[in-house]
């Protein structure tokens, strides 16, 4: 009876093992494969997170390199903007001086006079008209004045002694002053500026 009892005791230990190790394998299989889940769960979510730190890591270098650009232009277009202004004023200075050395030509006085008719005709006026010159042209009001009588007969112009601030050329108007060409080196450059940078600045 008692070897009996021990045989059976022998057997359910037996059975209750076997069930412990098919517990136990079933327990690892489980843990492996919940560990092998989280392990692709965590890839993923860690992979997703890569994508977007790189996503972003490129918006952030595109942004750096669009500013840079952005910053290369504007600072490449001031600097040819620079040198357009400066390469233009130089030339309207040229221009300038140039003009200012007519008074050393033999035929100073019929450009003078060729200028006030330009005038003339400008306020499409002939009487009661005023001329005004430079300091260093008022020796030759009398003169200039004759010339234009000669290119328009009934030109009716008295010269006003009071130098016009100018560097050469001549400013008429009407004897009331309500109307005025000024037909001197300053505003001749100046009127010329759009020609000469329309013509130099496809140069440049």
Known sequence: MKEV????IGTLRDMILDKA???KNDLVAGARREAEEWLIRETEKLQRETNLILLD????AEDIRRRQVLSAEREKST???RLQNRILSEALGRLQDKLMHMKDREDYVDILAGMCVDA?????EKQGLKLRLAAVDNSLANSVISKVRELI???EMIFDP???PILGGCWISTNDDRRQVNSDWQSLTQDMADT???RLLPLL
Request: net charge neutral; glycine share 0%.
């Open 5 to 8: 009892s021990s045989e059976k």
């Open 21 to 23: 190790d098919v517990k």
């Open 57 to 60: 890591a490129r918006k952030r």
């Open 79 to 81: 600097e040819t903007l």
């Open 120 to 124: 003339i005709n400008s306020l499409r």
């Open 153 to 155: 007969p009934d030109a």
């Open 162 to 164: 009071e130098p016009a």
């Open 196 to 198: 000469l940078a329309e």
